[in-house]
């Protein structure tokens, strides 16, 4: 590995602290500035008004629920910081913030949650009674799925249009693909994935593919060919939904890379030299052109898997890391919340490093010596 590489990668890689302890510093700010938090959900359980996600998945964390319920005529009138929490004893209150840490100040929970980070121990769920590890485990399969296939559809659809559109560039070819990706564009996967289940999954017309789930009843049973064409199934219209919406900007950024590197002097030294349009625009144009699309593969998959897919996967009942996410915010759950923030944003910091390295396996003439300096 060249000298420059070296330090670029060391001087990024120690970055990523200060970025990761600014980012967790921020978010846990915000977060507790917010109302409605554990404490508030708990005493809401146990007086009865608990609402919304909370009361959907309180389910899975029994031990929650183990506070004294309380008493009918309760002597404690002291005014309560937490809401709902008019007529519960303060012993009950207090033995509620010990149990999600709440008895500690602010700043004293968020050191020892970047301690405990800093090892990757991410706690346990304050509501479904599990460790967010292995919660984060059991999700990411699903969202990994969805994450991956959508992706490399795009890539593949995206990155032959978008050539193609700037070789025939004011061509009527380029003019009527540009309207359909405009409206595939405009169009919101969410929105495109209900018509999806109108038409194809039983809503008002025809019902071919499944409306639910990854994999059918008695997968398990399955031969293993079975297995892989009924877990394609289940994907076809999510996938279909989440892609439609997703290659138009990759589309036009081939499209436009293509472009300016066609119309450099280089391009036309090759062609005087009498290299045909596939030896200038393969052999040429496409390693300079492909940078920025290539490099932008770890960030756009990153992208897709863990934010993209949230309402794809509410929508077609997918148990993924969008929906995991989405109940912890409701919930308030914070090891939850914080954990696959830390977990997500330390993985997105990294894979923005590898798509800087990407740069060099794409183009060698990158002077990483230069960007270590910068």
């Known amino acids: 590995m060249p000298v420059g590489m070296f ?5 990024r890689l120690l970055l990523i602290i200060p970025t990761l302890f600014g980012i967790m510093l921020v978010n846990f700010i915000i977060v507790q500035a917010a109302p409605g938090g554990p404490v508030e959900q708990a005493i809401s359980q146990i007086t009865g008004t608990g609402v919304g996600a909370t009361e959907r998945f309180a389910g899975g964390g029994g031990d929650m629920l183990a506070a004294p319920k309380p008493q009918q005529h309760s002597t404690s009138n002291a005014p309560s910081k937490y809401r709902g929490a008019q007529g519960l004893e303060p012993d009950v209150i207090k033995s509620i913030e010990k149990m999600y840490g709440f008895d500690k100040p602010a700043h004293e929970r968020f050191w020892i949650m970047m301690k405990d980070y800093a090892t990757f121990h991410f706690g346990d769920s304050f509501f479904k009674g599990r460790s967010v590890v292995s919660l984060v485990l059991e999700k990411m399969p699903v969202s990994i799925s969805l994450g991956l296939w959508t ?7 995206s990155i032959p249009l978008g050539i193609k559109k700037a070789v025939r ?3 009527p070819f380029d003019v009527w693909t540009s309207t359909a990706i405009t409206i595939g564009y405009a169009i919101p996967s969410f929105l495109f994935a209900v018509l999806l289940i109108i038409l194809f999954a039983g809503g008002s017309y025809v019902s071919i593919f499944p409306l639910r789930g990854l994999t059918s009843d008695g997968w398990s049973e399955m031969s293993l060919f079975m297995k892989v064409a009924d877990y394609f199934w289940h994907l076809v219209l999510p996938i279909v939904a989440m892609v439609i919406g ?3 900007s990759l589309t036009m950024l081939t499209k436009n890379s293509f472009i300016e590197e066609i119309g450099k002097q280089y391009v036309l030294t090759a062609r005087a030299k009498g290299c045909s349009e596939r030896q200038v ?4 144009v496409f390693r300079n052109a492909m940078l920025i699309v290539i490099a ?8 897709i898997l863990f934010t993209g897919s949230l309402l794809i996967e509410v929508i077609f009942s997918l148990d993924g890391l969008g929906l995991l996410g989405f109940e912890a ?3 308030r759950d914070y090891p939850v919340m914080f954990g696959t923030l830390f977990f997500f944003t330390l993985l997105g910091l990294i894979f923005n490093l590898i798509g800087d390295i990407l740069y060099t396996i794409v183009d ?3 002077d990483f010596a230069k960007l270590g300096k910068a």
């Open 7 to 11: 330090a670029y990668i060391l001087k």
């Open 151 to 157: 992706t490399l559809l795009i890539y593949i659809i």
């Open 169 to 171: 560039d004011g061509t």
């Open 246 to 248: 997703g290659f138009a």
């Open 281 to 284: 625009l393969y052999g040429h």
């Open 296 to 303: 932008g593969f770890p960030a756009a998959f990153l992208s």
């Open 329 to 331: 915010a409701m919930n």
């Open 364 to 366: 060698p003439r990158i």
